[in-house]
């Protein structure tokens, strides 16, 4: 039976209807058209499909859409305010840190995530908290020094 779910995505207040299982990733992508959140395995494997509920990551391929209710979602369409990116999409684009890009919004929002809970990493804690999210492209060195540049960016 369907549910009806209100939750605020970038800052919007918004109210489906849906079987609560469906995944939020479908609800992202096809009811809202936030296509910047990416479908990669379907099974919680690669995180592109990341985004952040109440501050946390998720990989919304896997979350169904009964959770998000009453949550506070982030995509990688609501980071930019006023016209200007988010630090951590600075970082990136400084350090040429995408190829294909695919996997570029669930890695940023998994360094968002991360930076607001140890905005100091080591680059072991940079790696331990971003292995759910591959880069079919092996672009990892680049990735790792967006990373850096953005912990250190948002320190200053
Ligand atoms: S698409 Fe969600 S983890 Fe791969
Ligand atoms: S840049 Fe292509 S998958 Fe990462």
Redesign the pocket.
């Known amino acids: 039976m369907d549910v009806t779910v209100t939750f605020t995505v970038n800052g919007q207040e918004k109210t489906i209807t849906s079987d609560p299982q469906r995944p939020l ?1 479908d609800v992202l992508r096809e009811e809202l058209h936030l296509t910047g959140t ?12 990341t985004v952040l509920m109440d501050g946390q990551r998720v ?4 979350t169904p859409v009964a959770q998000a209710d009453k949550q506070r979602i982030t995509t990688i369409e609501g980071l930019a305010t006023g016209g200007s990116l988010h630090p951590v999409q600075e970082a990136f684009l400084a350090e040429g840190a995408m190829q294909c890009g695919y996997c570029t919004p669930g890695m940023i929002l998994t360094c968002v995530a991360l930076l607001a809970k140890n905005p100091k990493p080591t680059d072991e804690e940079i790696a331990e908290e971003m292995n759910v999210n591959l880069c079919r492209c092996n672009g990892y060195v680049k990735i790792l020094n967006a990373v850096r540049r953005a912990a250190e960016k948002m320190q200053r």
């Open positions: 990733l990416k479908y990669g395995c379907g099974e919680g494997r690669c995180g592109a499909c990989l919304s391929c896997v």
